[in-house]
């Protein structure tokens, strides 16, 4: 059964192609910001490529380096319902964003959608690059950004709650 607490908690959901290098650092990041009792943050992938796996392992260390513990996450594909589920979708950079957009199915669908580097001022792109073909560098790049952007999310969330 799902509790009043629960329905009141403010749910965020960050997206990403395969869910296990960009999207599973943004919700390790987004989470060790926020209260757990409060606010729930999960995160999935537009493709099916790498439903079930751990995350990549160089967003793992990276995240380790920072003292946040990605490993327990696993994989998953968006689903329809999450547009039921959460407040708040974040898509990691245009192509995510464009298919999050095509599966909306109405404007209160439509308006949960972000592209989450548009919470930031100042960034020089809109997309955070995909690392997965990328060196240990590109990982330390995605998670500069993300932890930069997730301060500012937090800090907005929490300025909303109180
Ligand atoms: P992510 O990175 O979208 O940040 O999880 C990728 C992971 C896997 C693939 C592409 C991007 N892939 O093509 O398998």
Known sequence: ??????ILMTKILMVCLGNICRSPLAEGILKSKLSPDMFVVDSAGTSNYHIGQFPDSRSIQIAKRHTIDISNQRGRQ???????TYDVIYAMDTS???YL????RTNVDQNKIKLILTEMDNMPTRDVPDPYYS???GFLEVFEMLDVVCDNI?????????
Request: charged share 20%; aromatic share 12%.
């Open 1 to 6: 059964m799902i509790s009043i607490v629960y």
């Open 78 to 84: 968006f689903k329809i319902s999450d547009f039921d």
């Open 96 to 98: 995510n964003y464009q």
């Open 101 to 104: 957009k095509g599966k909306a």
């Open 135 to 137: 060196g240990v560098d």
């Open 154 to 162: 937090a800090a907005k969330l929490l300025s909303n709650n109180t």
